[in-house]
């Protein structure tokens, strides 16, 4: 469960000037759910899931996950949270499996149950063939199922997912879309940020549109056809121009 | 928080290892230049040396300035020790005995060179063209001949006197001098009036020839007492072969005199003390011959230290603060539950291992370059005998400056948003730091506690006691705690760095 209440974040100071990133953003996702945001660049959608995964502070507000706060206990919310976004790395030196063994040493993991859940992720993902390469000989398909495998280690009760597909070819965000709906089946809270209408409409069982760091909508996708008819494009461009 | 700060220690550790640039400038760079320069300096220096030695000079002298100097040099050679053994040499008996090309570059022994300088002048001549190809070396009897000291002396003198100061001089008639268009203005005035002067002067600067001698007619009774009679050498000491032509000249007149003195003592039933009312008495050093290598190393020592703990440890530390942003892997990391203290210490434990390991690879490789790979001729005068617990110390030297690198790179990586941003910040960083590697040269400057706290400067002149073998135990530990609170404070930065949201995610 992810639980947002008037949530605001400021960038910058007296030098660079101020930025209102949120401004009293309020939503919840529950288990089970996939939760789409949407909004246009700077809408403050990936500030928002920095905060939720305890990279960035709050200004204000609250942030809560499976009951623990971000601000107050951020150690204990990263240890329920699994984050992924299309642009994070992995380390091209280290083979899958060490970046595996890595991060699953971070998350407490140790020894034979380390290793137990490392080969279970391989043969769900499929990566038995090049989980003793070197993640810099490997093609972006092949990565992103290491980097998938890397944000499920410790098995996350929650999931946090920034334009997970965006820049992948069709073959890669296909298996991602795949996963979070895995994830979805598996009772996990998925939390959800994407420009892609057809993934929302896949995807998502409700969405909050953002714009300039304030929802604009919050409901179910069939509500959304609802109102604005099939059109995910056409509604989203709507909203947002109500709200500008 | 051990257990966080062992697994982030052993990942960066194994990526940095992997990392084709780490290991060049961490383990190649010191273990491989130091003795391919230790070897080309070598080759440059003795081929140079031996060039020089073996290289013919051009010198303008008239007919009785030549025949002068000739009959200087030839009268040092006859009463020369060697000229006995050369008469032997010559005699009817031994000329059956020995095959003349045993002789070497000495070769065919004319009897005439004992009463004709002129054959001796032109046998010499002889000799130092076989020893310029390669007959000889030119420096002295074979290293495998044991001679007695006075007798390498006597060696030693003649290459200088007959073959350096004679045979390798080429005379030149200063009548087929042609005068250069400009006069030389810094020709000296009492030789202003002369013309064969002026002509040899242009000559000299056109490189010519290389020096212009004059040799007054007293030079030839120079063996009588009397005043001092001075011998003119035009020269130019900015021209290398015309400063070589002064140094030959010189050493001649010097061996000339040595010789002259004796007799002139001896005739008047003189002791050579005479001439040495009081002197210091020799072998009253307490340091030994190895101590004051050591010392002398000991200079430059830190300047060596201080720059491969820098050179391994910049680039890991660009690699894993500027770098893993570059990468865009910082952010899983600090999304996992480890604290940032945590990330920031192992990054550091991993810079602080390579500076080290650079250092100590560098300080070995210069031990063992100047065990097995330095010249005799860079070294010689140096009896080195570094010994085990001192190898074990000048290693101990290396950990505070790679300690505070580590820290102080760290934090300047942290902050960068590149790597190439974390290369423009460190780079003019090592001008700074490596100026207290400079301290031991300055004069008068001699290791205190107050200067045993300021870091790096404390490290260099550390290194010169340690090698002189005076261990001061207590400055070395307030080395290691101000280089040791210079890195925690760097570290610090570098976790209140990784706390700070513009650091962490700028671009």
Not at chain 2, 264 to 275: E, K, N, V
Not at chain 2, 435 to 440: D, G, K, Q, R, S
Request: proline share 5%.
């Amino acid at each position: 469960m992810i639980e947002i209440t008037d949530l605001c974040k400021t960038y910058g100071g007296w030098r660079r000037g101020r930025v209102e990133a949120l401004r009293g953003l309020s939503f919840a996702c529950r288990p089970g759910e996939v939760f789409g945001l949407l909004g246009p660049n700077g809408a403050g959608k990936t500030t928002a899931l920095r905060i939720i995964s305890t990279a960035l502070r709050p200004t204000s507000g609250r942030a809560v996950v499976l009951g623990l706060d971000v601000t107050r206990q951020p150690r204990e919310v990263r240890r329920q949270v699994g984050f992924l976004s299309a642009n994070t790395g992995l380390y091209g030196r280290l083979s899958a499996r060490e970046v595996l063994t890595y991060f699953g040493r971070l998350f407490g993991l140790q020894g034979p149950a380390l290793r137990a859940r490392i080969d279970q992720l391989s043969q769900v993902f499929g990566m038995a063939e090049f989980l003793d390469r070197r993640c810099e000989k490997l093609s972006t398909g092949m990565r992103q199922k290491v980097n998938i495998a890397r944000t499920v280690i410790h098995s996350p009760p929650v999931m946090v997912f920034d334009e997970p597909t965006s820049g992948l070819d069709v073959l890669t965000s296909r298996a991602i879309v795949r996963f979070i709906r895995q994830c979805k089946h598996e009772q996990r809270t998925v939390l959800f940020s994407t420009h892609i209408m057809a993934e929302v409409q896949t995807l998502c069982d409700r969405v909050g549109i953002i714009h300039e760091g304030r929802l604009h909508y919050c409901g179910t996708t069939a509500e959304l056809r609802a109102r604005y008819g099939d059109d995910l494009d056409e509604a989203f461009v709507q909203i947002v121009g109500e709200a500008a | 928080m051990l257990a966080g700060v062992w697994t982030i220690y052993r990942k960066e550790l194994v990526d940095t290892l992997r990392d084709r640039k780490t290991l060049i400038f961490m383990l190649l760079i010191p273990t491989l230049a130091i003795p391919a320069m230790f070897a080309a300096l070598e080759k440059i220096v003795s081929s140079s040396t031996q060039k020089q030695a073996l290289e013919r000079v051009r010198i303008a002298a008239d007919e009785p300035s030549r025949a002068r100097y000739r009959q200087l040099v030839h009268a040092w050679f006859l009463q020369s020790p060697l000229a006995d053994g050369l008469r032997i040499a010559t005699s009817p008996v031994m000329r059956s005995l020995i095959d003349p090309a045993q002789l070497g570059a000495l070769g065919e022994i004319p009897p005439e060179i004992f009463t004709d300088p002129a054959v001796f002048a032109a046998w010499t001549r002889a000799a130092a063209a076989k020893a310029r190809e390669g007959v000889d070396s030119g420096e002295g009897p074979p290293a495998d001949v044991h001679l007695p000291p006075e007798m390498v002396h006597e060696v030693v003198a003649f290459y200088e006197v007959a073959f350096k100061g004679l045979g390798l001089i080429e005379f030149v008639d200063p009548g087929s001098l042609t005068m250069s268009a400009a006069p030389v203005e810094t020709l000296p005035r009492a030789l202003a009036g002369d013309a064969p002067a002026r002509a040899a002067a242009s000559a000299i600067k056109a490189k010519t020839i290389h020096g212009y001698l004059i040799a007054p007619e007293q030079a030839a009774e120079a063996a009588r007492a009397g005043p001092t009679v001075e011998l003119t050498l035009l020269h130019d000491s900015t021209l290398r072969l015309s400063e070589e032509a002064r140094r030959r000249v010189q050493t001649v007149l010097e061996r000339v005199n040595e010789r002259l003195v004796q007799a002139r003592l001896r005739a008047r039933d003189l002791d050579r003390d005479f001439l040495t009312p009081l002197r210091m008495r020799d072998g009253m050093d307490l340091a030994t011959e190895s101590q004051i290598a050591l010392s002398y190393i000991g200079g430059i020592l830190p300047y060596f230290v201080i720059a491969f703990a820098f050179l391994g440890g910049m680039y890991p530390a660009i690699d894993l603060g500027a770098g893993e942003k570059e990468r865009n892997t910082l952010e899983t990391l600090i999304l996992s539950p480890s604290t940032r203290a945590e990330i920031a210490i192992g990054k550091f434990l991993v810079i602080t291992t390579t500076a080290l390991t650079a250092a100590v690879a560098g300080l070995a490789s210069i031990a063992i370059s100047v065990r097995y790979v330095a010249p005799p001729a860079l070294l010689r005068n140096f009896d080195l005998n570094i010994e085990p617990a001192t190898a074990v110390m000048i290693g101990l030297l290396a950990i505070p400056p790679a300690v505070a690198f580590a820290g102080l790179f760290l934090a300047i990586s942290i902050y960068a948003r590149s790597f190439k941003e974390a290369q423009n910040y460190m780079a003019p960083l090592q001008f700074v730091l490596i100026l207290p590697a400079l301290a031991p040269m300055l004069p008068g400057l001699e290791l205190n506690w107050k200067m045993a706290l300021i870091p790096l400067v404390n490290v260099s002149m550390l290194s010169k006691d340690f090698l002189k073998g005076d261990t001061h135990w207590g400055y070395y530990a307030l080395t290691l705690f101000s280089c040791g609170v210079l890195a925690a404070g760097c570290v610090a930065y570098a976790v209140r760095q990784f706390h700070r949201e513009d650091v962490l995610f700028r671009s």
